[in-house]
């Protein structure tokens, strides 16, 4: 739905560069509310690096499965889940 809505709007070479940075950045708060730790800079700036190379084939991907729409699920299951950890932890 986000990719065929991105694809609509604008022509296809700035419709998959748009749809991979939505697909990088939703991808970048999944891995921060569910699986990040405390790391050096070096080596959070690593992980981000290759966390946005393999964002280039779930882009491929993303016209086809719906990647973008799963990863906005995703990010509001993790967004939950944290507030309530939090929550209750206090």
Same mark, same amino acid.
């Given at each position: 739905? !986000? =990719? /065929? $809505?991105? *694809?609509?709007?604008?022509?296809?070479? @700035? =419709?998959? %560069?748009? @749809? *991979?940075?939505? &697909? #990088? &950045?939703?991808?970048? &708060? =999944? $891995?921060?509310?569910? %699986?990040?730790?405390k790391l050096p800079v070096l080596k959070q700036a690593i992980v981000y690096l290759v966390?946005? #190379?393999?964002?280039?084939?779930?882009? %491929?991907?993303?016209? #086809?499965?719906?990647?973008?729409? !799963?990863?906005?699920?995703t990010v509001i299951v993790l967004a939950i889940v944290r507030y309530r950890m939090t929550? $209750? /932890?206090?």
């Open positions: 739905m !986000i =990719a /065929n $809505y991105i *694809y609509q709007l604008t022509d296809p070479p @700035l =419709a998959f %560069f748009l @749809l *991979y940075l939505v &697909i #990088v &950045i939703l991808m970048a &708060i =999944a $891995y921060k509310l569910g %699986f990040a730790r966390l946005a #190379v393999g964002c280039l084939i779930l882009a %491929f991907m993303g016209y #086809v499965i719906p990647i973008a729409d !799963i990863l906005v699920i929550r $209750y /932890n206090d």
